[in-house]
């Protein structure tokens, strides 16, 4: 598991939700359904990256930053207006 920052916010009759730490956002009709969907999103993020041997690259250009104990760290970015709150992503790779 990893925990990313998300930003959530409704626009029009969808939810969207925003992580700045992949630059990723989804939608769905309802706050959960876009909260699954970043988690969904996140998660393939992961893998992909993993099984094309550029995660390491990838969450570097994004910011994140290898801790001392070689876990990865998300950047502290600002996120857009809406409610803000950290989910746990079930992360396929070490991270």
């Known amino acids: 598991m990893i925990r990313i920052p998300l930003s959530l916010w409704k626009e029009g009759d969808v939810y969207v939700s925003f992580t700045p730490a ?20 996140a998660r393939l993020f992961f893998q992909t990256a993993e099984e094309r041997n550029c ?9 994140w930053e290898l801790t001392e104990n070689e876990r990865w760290r998300p950047p502290s970015a600002p996120l857009p207006d809406g409610l803000s709150l950290n989910v746990d992503v079930p992360v396929p790779v070490a991270v």
């Open 22 to 41: 992949l630059d990723l956002s989804t939608c769905g009709d309802t706050r959960d359904e876009a909260i699954r969907n970043i988690n969904e999103a």
């Open 55 to 63: 995660l390491q690259e990838l969450l570097e250009s994004y910011g």
